[in-house]
């Protein structure tokens, strides 16, 4: 099966509500979400509040990628503002099977990857 899941570092920041109604007006099944903290991953993109912000304009899938440094101290912020699966990597410095406990409390779907 294969999904589409737009990524929202393609978007116009100015515009995320006019991105996301186009989103809802396609056949994409998810929103990917790079969260990068500069850290782990040199650049910065996304917190929670922006995932907040972007959750009344859509009911699509919200994918948050934690490309973090911390992702068991993020998790629940993430959560909270609307993620549906939150994927992390396991290079992290967070204790892996806590992480994925944290990122299942609350309902969301946990996912690992590979720093590439």
């Known amino acids: 099966m294969r999904a ?3 990524s929202l570092l393609a978007a116009d920041f100015g515009n995320l509500q006019r991105e996301c109604e186009m989103i809802n007006a396609s056949s994409a099944e998810y ?3 790079d969260v990068m903290d ?5 650049n ?3 917190g929670a509040p922006v995932v907040k912000s972007l959750r009344p304009f859509t009911e699509k899938t919200f994918d948050c ?3 973090i440094s911390e992702p ?3 998790a629940q912020d993430f959560a909270n503002a609307g993620a549906d699966i939150i994927n992390f990597h396991i290079e992290c410095q967070s204790p892996i099977d806590e992480t994925i406990e944290k990122i299942h409390s609350p ?3 946990a996912g690992l990857t590979l720093k590439p």
Do not use: E, N, Q, R
């Open 107 to 109: 309902g969301c779907m």
């Open 31 to 33: 929103l990917h979400i």
């Open 72 to 74: 068991l101290k993020y």
């Open 65 to 67: 990628h934690l490309m």
């Open 44 to 46: 910065i993109t996304f």
């Open 38 to 42: 500069g850290h782990f991953v040199p």
């Open 4 to 6: 589409i899941s737009p």
